[in-house]
């Protein structure tokens, strides 16, 4: 019987023993730094949440940038036209580096890789009739759009006397505008005709007719469209218009639901650190030395908007993409996978379609002492610093200020005073749609 109550003893203090050292690793869990990986979901699940107005779920296509980028395009277009046409891979983050392809070029690549053979004989000789026919539209379309603008300015001038409705005044005073829809709407029913002899069936034609459309507009309308654009939003600022935007993270904050995106297919190479500083495009980890239980964030812009978009009609036709989407294809090599696969090697999973801009955003961070003062002491150094998708300069167009709060934390807040906004985020559709 003693013996068996020393045996007790012992498994008493080995058991105690345990407990105690499981307490201390989950003391010291809760006290470790916050990682990169998990600011970055953590940043994910609250953005999701706020663009899907409390419905995550509803952003499930939404990528993240893993890095600052400027919307400078209000001045020069073609940036805006490269962000959207290199096309998005399949994944939680918009790459942006040499391993994107050209939306332009896959899209094209996917048409000419369908079999539109049709079985009539003279199917040759109907494709030759129907490009021609497709030229003559286009130069239909032209002359129709300056017949209407010369009809347009004779209608403002003759209105002035009389007051009269834009259709009464065509109807008697601009007859070559009604002879061009004449024949337009002609041409058209012909297009119809004859791309079903050229094609075998209206299923053929269509995508004859976006081969035709995408060849003709090849160089000068490869473009994506903005439906709310990027001035109207700086307008709104610059008038006071402002529609705020705030994200809080702290270590009571959940993770997203695809919480091993960035580790299966995320950034391809590794995770950047939430937290950077450098000169130009060389940075270096800023390290945190802050426990994750003291550790908060907010960040926040004086205001953000949505702006839409969508690839111009004149040569991209999602309903080619939905019908031909499992072929058939000339090569046998190619199927459905090699577009439209949910994964990294397919070239056509998604299509962009709305791009979130912030204007002057901000950061609040509660930091230990030691933080806050290698923080505030980069700004000597005019240097630029990096927090997840943001980017703050050191010098005359970003403000900080640091305060002590209790318990020997500080609040450090950085905030950008720059006029140009910054893309936080590419929302997408999965294609084919």
């Given at each position: 019987?003693?013996?068996?109550?020393?045996?007790?003893?012992?498994?008493?203090?080995?058991?105690?023993?345990?407990?105690?050292?499981?307490?201390?690793?989950?003391?010291?869990?809760?006290?470790?730094?916050?990682?990169?990986?998990?600011?970055?979901?953590?940043?994910?699940?609250?953005?999701?949440?706020?663009?899907?107005?409390?419905?995550?779920?509803?952003?499930?296509?939404?990528?993240?940038?893993?890095?600052?980028?400027?919307?400078?395009?209000?001045?020069?277009?073609?940036?805006?036209?490269?962000?959207?046409?290199?096309?998005?891979?399949?994944?939680?983050?918009?790459?942006?580096?040499?391993?994107?392809?050209?939306?332009?070029?896959?899209?094209?690549?996917?048409?000419?890789?369908?079999?539109?053979?049709?079985?009539?004989?003279?199917?040759?000789?109907?494709?030759?009739?129907?490009?021609?026919?497709?030229?003559?539209?286009?130069?239909?379309?032209?002359?129709?759009?300056?017949?209407?603008?010369?009809?347009?300015?004779?209608?403002?001038?003759?209105?002035?006397?009389?007051?009269?409705?834009f259709n009464q005044f065509k109807n008697t005073h601009c007859f070559e505008v009604l002879d061009l829809e004449a024949d337009l709407k002609h041409l058209k029913a012909r297009l119809v005709v004859l791309g079903r002899r050229a094609y075998g069936g209206q299923k053929q034609f269509a995508a004859g007719r976006a081969v035709a459309h995408m060849v003709e507009n090849r160089v000068n309308e490869k473009k994506f469209i903005e439906l709310t654009p990027l001035t109207d939003f700086i307008e709104a600022n610059k008038k006071g218009q402002f529609n705020s935007f705030k994200l809080d993270i702290d270590e009571n904050t959940s993770s997203s639901s695809q919480k091993s995106s960035f580790k299966s297919f995320g950034f391809s190479i590794g995770i950047p650190s939430f937290f950077s500083i450098g000169v130009g495009s060389s940075k270096s980890k800023f390290k945190m030395n802050t426990s994750e239980q003291k550790f908060k964030m907010s960040i926040g812009a004086k205001s953000w908007t949505a702006i839409k978009v969508i690839p111009d009609p004149r040569w991209f036709s999602g309903e080619v993409l939905r019908e031909w989407a499992n072929g058939p294809f000339n090569d046998p090599k190619i199927t459905k996978n090699t577009f439209f696969a949910k994964n990294e090697k397919s070239t056509l999973p998604l299509m962009p379609k709305t791009i979130y801009v912030v204007y002057k955003p901000s950061v609040e961070l509660t930091l230990s002492k030691d933080d806050a003062e290698r923080l505030e002491s980069k700004k000597s150094f005019g240097l630029k610093l990096s927090i997840g998708p943001l980017s703050f300069n050191y010098d005359k167009k970003t403000s900080t200020q640091k305060s002590e709060q209790k318990d020997g934390l500080y609040r450090f807040i950085i905030e950008s005073k720059s006029d140009t906004p910054q893309v936080i985020a590419v929302d997408n559709v999965e294609l084919p749609f």
């Open positions: 019987r003693q013996e068996k109550k020393k045996k007790m003893k012992i498994l008493a203090v080995i058991t105690f023993l345990i407990i105690g050292m499981l307490a201390i690793n989950m003391v010291e869990a809760k006290s470790a730094e916050i990682d990169s990986a998990t600011l970055w979901d953590r940043y994910r699940n609250e953005l999701m949440t706020f663009l899907g107005r409390g419905k995550p779920s509803s952003m499930k296509t939404i990528q993240l940038l893993p890095q600052a980028v400027p919307a400078e395009w209000d001045s020069d277009e073609s940036i805006f036209q490269h962000f959207c046409l290199n096309a998005p891979k399949w994944g939680s983050v918009w790459e942006f580096q040499s391993g994107r392809v050209n939306f332009f070029e896959q899209y094209s690549r996917f048409l000419y890789s369908l079999h539109r053979d049709s079985n009539d004989n003279n199917a040759a000789k109907y494709r030759r009739q129907l490009d021609d026919l497709y030229e003559k539209e286009f130069d239909l379309l032209d002359s129709l759009e300056r017949e209407e603008i010369a009809c347009e300015e004779k209608y403002n001038t003759y209105n002035k006397a009389l007051s009269v409705s």
